[in-house]
């Protein structure tokens, strides 16, 4: 296993706590709460910026991606049901897959877009547990497009930084303080200044913070960058489909009110086959080919 593949899991692991702490701070506003963490994220990397000179295409690119995916993702949230928020901005993986051949000279197999499929549904399976179906009516119609926009921007955002190789790490940071600051500007923009003594801050929030800023929103901004820039996104973009699965499992081991159904066994399934489905394809291609030159 090489280290791009390890740093992609690592990034499922982290990403599949983000929806447990969020939960202990959800009476804090969304773009508050996002410019705190964000910042958090930003630290490690600070006293590297002098490696950060990059083009400015680069910087639009990565700023447009991170923040707006979060800053969508989060208003979307706010104005439709949560269950179908997530199915829809869970589309990510599934672009990335398969937008990979637009920045890479890589091809998709029919294992990849199979795949990508099977994981698809999987999410399906895994983000419809609530029994209410969709509901795509007109009251909620901003928050769903908002969630698909917020798909397509990380896609976008992992697709382009997989055509800087060359560029530093610690750039992840920049990219993390500037949405940060965006948010929060943000924030204060749409509530002022005395929003911030209006919030009910509880002594815990800033364990939240830290714990988001560090993992989830934070260290994980730095080994998916790696993972994408250094191994093969149609893998890594296909593995992701773990990530609302292992959040489930995690919440339903904290929470008690949520269960872990025979349903999610088998997405996890649809999940794990759609995730190697592609590679599998590629191997018996090669092996193919091999196998008759030889």
Not at 13 to 41: F, R
Not at 92 to 98: A, K, M, N, S
Not at 196 to 214: K, P
Request: a positive charge; aromatic letters at 12%.
């Amino acid at each position: 296993m090489g280290k791009p593949l390890i740093c992609a899991l690592m990034t499922i692991i982290m990403w599949s706590s983000l929806a447990a702490l969020t939960i202990s701070i959800k009476h804090i506003p969304s773009l508050l709460s996002v410019g705190l963490v964000l910042l958090v994220a930003a630290i490690p990397g600070l006293r590297y910026w002098k490696h950060w000179h990059l083009p400015p295409s680069i910087w639009i690119s990565a700023i447009i991606g991170m923040f707006g995916y979060h800053y969508l993702l989060f208003d979307a949230f706010s104005r439709a049901p949560a269950m179908s928020v997530n199915m829809i901005q869970y589309l990510w993986p599934l672009f990335i897959v398969l937008g990979t051949p637009l920045v890479t000279k890589v091809k998709l197999n029919a294992g990849h877009i199979i795949g990508a499929l099977m994981g698809f549904v999987g999410v399906l399976l895994t983000l419809s547990q609530d029994n209410q179906g969709f509901n795509f009516n007109a009251e909620n119609w901003l928050g769903y497009t908002e969630a698909f926009i917020a798909a397509i921007l990380w896609a976008f955002y992992t697709l382009s930084n997989k055509r800087y190789t060359n560029m530093p790490l610690s750039a992840v940071a920049g990219f993390c303080l500037i949405s940060g600051v965006l948010a929060l500007v943000s924030y204060i923009a749409i509530s002022g200044f005395n929003a911030f003594q209006e919030v009910n801050w509880q002594w815990q929030d800033g364990l939240s913070i830290l714990l988001l800023g560090l993992g989830p929103m934070g260290l994980s901004f730095y080994t998916w960058d790696y993972a994408i820039r250094h191994g093969d996104p149609r893998t890594v973009g296909s593995l992701s489909y773990l990530t609302p699965l292992l959040s489930v499992a995690l919440m339903a081991a904290i929470y008690s009110d949520i269960k872990l159904t025979w349903l999610h066994l088998i997405a996890l399934a649809l999940v794990c086959g759609g995730a190697s489905l592609g590679q599998l394809v590629q191997h018996r291609k090669i092996k193919h080919q091999t196998y008759y030159v030889n």
